[in-house]
């Protein structure tokens, strides 16, 4: 099967997974064979690349490393846009039929906001020493119930 044919399934993908992840997320095709200008398709705009430009310094990376070849994915790793907004970031490892690496579908999910929430939230509930302790296994502990029973 022709790389063109390969990647015009995938193609269809782009939009779909973004649809699905929602707008706090960007979608992108790279075909390697051209690492300065590898980006054949994108949804989202994280980081303001666009159709022609080129593969990351982790992508770089993971082919360097030759990931593809013990794995058809790596996923959750940290990435952070140019302005430095934490993003959970994974790539799917394309290839041909004969098992020949072709190209890379990568998901950017931001996350920036959802780690401020949640400290937010930890410095409201202030438990963070306690909440690491089971009841069960401190002496002194509440337990809140309707009766004196509870």
Same mark, same amino acid.
């Given at each position: 099967?022709?790389?063109?044919?390969?990647?015009?399934?995938?193609? $269809?993908?782009?939009?779909?997974?973004?649809?699905?992840?929602g707008e706090?997320? !960007?979608?992108?095709?790279?075909d390697? @064979?051209s690492p300065?200008?590898?980006?054949v398709?994108?949804?989202?705009n994280?980081?303001n690349?666009?159709?022609?430009?080129?593969? /990351?310094?982790?992508a770089?990376k $993971?082919?360097?490393?030759? $990931?593809y070849? &013990?794995? =058809?994915?790596? &996923? =959750?790793?940290?990435s952070? /846009?140019?302005?430095g907004k934490? #993003?959970?970031s994974?790539?799917y490892?394309?290839k041909? !039929? +004969?098992? &020949?690496f072709?190209?890379?579908? #990568?998901i +950017?999910v931001?996350?920036? +906001?959802?780690? *401020?929430m949640?400290?937010?939230?930890?410095?409201?509930?202030?438990?963070? @020493?306690?909440m690491a302790?089971?009841? *069960? !296994? &401190? *002496? %002194?502990? !509440?337990?809140?119930? $309707?009766?004196? %029973?509870d």
């Amino acid at each position: 099967m022709k790389d063109s044919i390969i990647f015009s399934y995938y193609k $269809q993908l782009v939009p779909f997974i973004h649809d699905i992840l929602g707008e706090d997320s !960007e979608i992108l095709l790279h075909d390697i @064979s051209s690492p300065d200008s590898s980006i054949v398709a994108l949804s989202g705009n994280l980081s303001n690349r666009k159709i022609g430009g080129p593969l /990351t310094d982790m992508a770089l990376k $993971q082919i360097k490393d030759k $990931q593809y070849l &013990t794995s =058809n994915y790596s &996923t =959750n790793y940290k990435s952070y /846009t140019t302005d430095g907004k934490l #993003c959970r970031s994974s790539s799917y490892f394309i290839k041909d !039929e +004969n098992d &020949t690496f072709v190209g890379m579908l #990568c998901i +950017n999910v931001l996350v920036s +906001n959802l780690v *401020e929430m949640r400290d937010t939230l930890d410095k409201m509930i202030k438990l963070d @020493s306690v909440m690491a302790v089971k009841p *069960e !296994e &401190t *002496e %002194e502990h !509440e337990k809140l119930g $309707q009766s004196i %029973e509870d």
